[in-house]
């Protein structure tokens, strides 16, 4: 049963959360790359830096061994800025992506230096990925100080204070400037509502501190209130985002879905998945408009243990599980997804994070053994 509640909760991950124009191209799209044919369904691959190898490898065997049609198109972090995306990420990369429609990334560090931009951000500049989904769900069998986490993080992924736009105004002061739009704040409080309504969620919480930010924040909210009066059968609040940290951390099941601009959806997720073990067993994915969907392991690069057959899989997996919901291959989905919740509530072969000393490829042969 836990494992059936958690396949809905990362199944919220699939194509059937876009509203409007975008739902509909994306389910066209991914139900004829799913159903059309017995041909592999290529997919854009960024293994990433520091273990991202090593945690992308575990995801290709898991695929192999549960025959998953999916053909990998590998792309890496380059070792050179270039000039078309002013990053390390070429534009063949991105090219990749939006010719496929889908892809999934391990975790990305951009390197120390200047005149270039985050890889993170490229990508959801470049692929306008304008949400990032997470769930949080209490994983069965891995216990934590809360049993019942089950909640949706909704982030506004393009703007924010993380538009890029920082200047020094004189020497010792600097201004970086927060830019919120009616079209940005529109549309992903549409899809958030869109979100709660089709996965019987009951509740959306507008995250803020429009008492502040009377401005940015408070446009943001009245984009809210406005997509609000659509969705009646929607409960909808607003709460202010230091009450809401200490909300969350008293009681979590005090919110269902919670949307919010850039910043605080940065800060609000990790918070989120701290209460069900950490960013190691948290799925993530990102939408952009027109369909595309990249999925993503939202850890950091772990340079300290990279290479030394040491890190946790666990949430590129699931995120790559959401990724094949995505393409609604459910029956794959599940069956990799029970074998996760298998190897972790089994308890016998856990990673160091989880309290275990088990190695990535043991821990990624005992999930192949659960198949």
Not at 323 to 347: C, F, P, W, Y
């Amino acid at each position: 049963m836990a494992s059936r509640i958690l396949g809905r909760v990362i199944g919220g991950l699939s194509g059937g959360i876009l509203p409007s124009s975008g739902l509909t191209s994306l389910l066209s799209s991914s139900a004829s790359r799913a159903f059309s044919s017995q041909a592999p369904i290529r997919a854009t691959l960024f293994p990433g830096d520091g273990i991202g190898p090593e945690i992308a490898d575990s995801v290709k065997q898991v695929f192999k061994a549960a025959d998953v049609p999916i053909e990998w198109e590998e792309h890496f972090v380059g070792d050179e800025i270039d000039p078309r995306t002013q990053s390390f990420l070429t534009w063949e990369s991105l090219e990749s992506v939006r010719r496929n429609g889908v892809g999934l990334k391990g975790p990305m560090a951009t390197p120390i230096g200047k005149g270039h931009r985050s890889l993170n951000l490229t990508l959801r500049k470049e692929l306008n990925l304008y949400a990032n989904v997470r769930p949080c769900h209490s994983l069965p069998g891995y216990k934590t100080r809360y049993d019942d986490v089950n909640l949706i993080t909704i982030r506004e992924n393009t703007e924010g204070e993380y538009s890029g736009l920082e200047h020094q105004v004189v020497r010792g002061v600097v201004e970086s400037l927060k830019i919120i739009t009616r079209q940005a704040s529109l549309r992903v409080a549409e899809y958030a509502f869109h979100y709660a309504k089709t996965h019987g969620r009951k509740r959306v919480s507008a995250i803020h501190k429009a008492n502040i930010m009377q401005k940015t924040d408070g446009l943001f909210l009245k984009c809210c209130r406005e997509v609000a009066e659509k969705y009646p059968e929607i409960k909808y609040e607003e709460v202010v985002i230091d009450n809401c940290c200490m909300m969350l951390v008293k009681n979590p099941s005090l919110f269902d879905v919670l949307v919010m601009p850039n910043l605080y959806g940065d800060i609000i997720s990790d918070l989120c998945a701290g209460l069900i073990g950490g960013l190691g067993l948290t799925p993530s994915c990102n939408i952009g408009e027109g369909g595309i969907a990249l999925a993503e392991a939202v850890h950091g690069s772990a340079p300290d243990i990279a290479g030394k057959n040491l890190a946790n899989p666990t949430a590129l997996l699931l995120s790559a599980v959401s990724m094949l919901r995505h393409l609604e291959l459910h029956n794959k989905a599940d069956q990799i997804q029970d074998a996760i919740v298998s190897t972790i509530s089994e308890g016998k072969c856990r990673t160091a994070d989880l309290g275990g000393k088990s190695k990535t490829t043991e821990f990624t042969r005992t999930i192949i053994d659960h198949l």
